[in-house]
């Protein structure tokens, strides 16, 4: 008798179908991160690495993607060894910007382009991250709560492209694409003016998602 065969006799007594639980799981969709891939370097600069605080990651493996070719050709490798419905998740510094330095509040849906093309060659619809780290805008901790008001307004323009080009994502693969508005400005450990900065946020985020994008093309997360 299997593993499996024992647990399922064992999950039974619960009145639980394991059979029924794997179809249904078979369903759900499970992100795949790009970042899993290269150590979450993107692909802004050649060789850009993790910096500027706000993610942590381990890892620094030899033979981790270089380019976005390595990288889709390992995420197509991954596709032929885990089961189930994926989905990729897409930072927003990991678009196709060629030779010439694109910073991240003049990011384009052309910067995608390619990201799409291939998705839908291999079935794998996508999911998109604004990227608030690795930046000298992120160094002091603060992005849509920034006192600094050029920061925040760099932020907030990041923040709008990456909800149009999650938008135009969706449009592409006639799949909605979950943006995910991941920020780093928590002052978890800071107690003076933890309400000042609180105040920024809900401004920066109200002026954001005051454009109405269709959840047939684009949802907030």
């Known amino acids: 008798m299997t593993n499996y065969e024992i647990a399922r006799e064992e999950y039974a007594r619960y009145g639980v179908n394991t059979e029924t639980i794997l179809e249904e799981l078979s369903l759900v969709p499970i992100a795949i991160h790009c970042w899993q891939g290269d150590d979450v370097g993107g692909f802004e600069r050649p060789g850009s690495t993790l910096g500027g605080g706000g993610i942590q990651t381990t890892g620094n493996y030899p033979g981790k993607a270089k380019t976005i070719e390595e990288l889709r050709q390992d995420l197509e490798k991954v596709l032929t060894m885990v ?6 998740n897409l ?6 910007f060629g030779s010439t330095f694109i910073d991240r509040d003049q990011i384009e849906e052309k910067h995608f382009q390619g990201w799409v093309d291939w998705a839908k060659k291999v079935n794998l619809p996508i999911d998109f991250n604004g990227t608030f780290f690795s930046h000298p805008y992120a160094d002091e901790g603060y992005t849509l709560a920034s006192k600094d008001e050029k920061i925040r307004r760099f932020w907030i323009e990041h923040t ?3 909800r149009r080009i999650a938008a135009w994502i969706g449009r592409q693969q006639n799949s909605p694409c979950i943006l995910d ?3 780093p400005d928590g002052a978890k450990n800071l107690t003076v003016d933890k309400f000042g900065y609180r105040s920024i946020l809900k401004e920066s985020l109200d002026e954001i998602f005051a454009i109405d994008y269709p959840r047939s093309e684009m949802r907030d997360a």
Request: proline share 6%; aromatic share 12%.
């Open 83 to 88: 089961p189930g419905n994926h989905r990729l």
């Open 91 to 96: 930072h927003a510094s990991y678009g196709e």
């Open 160 to 162: 709008k492209r990456c």
């Open 181 to 183: 508005t991941w920020i």
